[in-house]
């Protein structure tokens, strides 16, 4: 038997009504996917997806299971700013 989700809330039916949204949802039907991995399936950029992420997490549309990418994008932000900018010990 499919789940069926019933819209209970007006700003379910605003993200619903937003097609970058829309296909965020159609992309994670059946397989879990990074913020990543959507930007580039979908051919948006990574603070587009994030934005809209955080949007349908809000409203009850999804579940944002794991934040890893801020620790991966934070290191190696770090590191090119050390190839940059040399620091000594």
Do not use: C
Request: no cysteine; hydrophobic share 40%.
């Amino acid at each position: 038997m499919e789940d069926i989700f019933y819209v209970d809330d007006l700003n379910q039916l605003k993200a619903l009504s937003d097609p970058f949204k829309v296909k965020i949802l159609w992309e994670i039907d059946e397989v879990p996917k990074t913020g990543k991995m959507l930007a580039d399936q979908l051919h948006l950029s990574p603070s587009k997806v994030r934005y809209h992420l955080t949007e349908l997490e809000k409203v009850g549309l999804i579940k944002i299971d794991r934040t890893e990418e801020k620790m991966v994008l934070f290191k190696s932000s770090i590191e090119r700013l050390q190839k940059e900018f040399p620091l000594r010990r």
